[in-house]
C-alpha cells in the first residue's frame, strides 16, 4: 500500500463514521502486535488483563482483523490498535455486548465505547442508573469506574468500514463464551444491535432464529440469563432519531428492573 492510499484508508471518518477500506496483507506478525505496550494497566481501571481466556491482547486469530491493526499502527502510532479488553466490574450482574471497536474511537483509546460518539449516550446512561462514577469515558486513565456493569464487544478487534465478517464474529466468539461462562446465573445482557444479540445467543449455545432482535425486545433464556436489547447507539441511529436518549433510558430502566428479579 502506498503511503497516500493508506493515509487515506484510515482517514478519519467524515459524516458517516464509517472509516474507507484498506486493501489488506496476505499475512500478520505476531511480533509487531506485542510492540503495543502490554500489561501496562494489568487491573487497574477496570481492564481485564490479557490473560489469554476471556480475552488476549496478542491475539491475531482473525488474519484480516491482525492485518487492518497493523497497517493502523503504522499511520496512528499513538494509537492502542490491538484487541480491546471489556471494561468494568469482573461481578457484573449487568453485561452490554457491542459490536466492535470503532477506529478512531475503543481502538484509540483501548477502552470500549471510548473516545467517539457512541460512547457518549452509554456512559452518559450508565451514570443516570448508577452504574459509573462519571458521565463520560475520556481515556484509559480518566478514574472512571463501572459497578454492577461492564462492557464488551462481540468482536475484540476493530473492522474495517464497521462490519466484521461472520467468520470473524465466530471466531472472537469464545471470549465473549469464557465471559459468560464466569458471569452470575442471572445475569442480565443487554445487546446493542443485532449482532451482540446473536453473539450472546450462539455463545449461549441458542438457536438465533428462536429469539429476533428488537428494540426493546426481552427474553428469558434456558440457563437462567436475561437477553434485553436495545438499537445500537451509533451515531447513525442517535442522529436519524432511530434511537433516542429517552428509548436507551428505557432499556437501561427496564434491565435495571430485571436486575433485581
Ligand atoms: S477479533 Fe477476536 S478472535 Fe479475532 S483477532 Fe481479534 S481478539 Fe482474536
Known sequence: MSKSSARKAFAKPAKSGVADPISI???TKRSSVQQVALGEEKTANGLWPSDGVVFDRTCTDCPRLAAFLEEGRKQYPDY???PVAPFGDRKAKLIIVGLAPGFHGANATGRPFTGDYAGVLLYQTLHKFGFANKPESIHRNDG????????T????????????LPVEITTCNHYLQ???AAAPKNVVLLALGSIGHNACLRTLGLKV????FGH?????LPGGQWLIDSYHCSRYNTNTGRLTTDMFEAVFARAKALMAD
Open 144 to 151: 472512571l469506574k463501572l459497578t454492577g456493569a461492564r462492557i
Open 153 to 164: 464487544n462481540a468482536v475484540k478487534c476493530v473492522p474495517p468500514e464497521n462490519k466484521p
Open 80 to 82: 492502542y490498535c490491538a
Open 178 to 180: 469464557a465471559e459468560l
Open 25 to 27: 496483507p496476505r499475512s
Open 216 to 220: 426493546g425486545a426481552e427474553f428469558k
Open 209 to 212: 432464529g428462536d429469539y429476533k
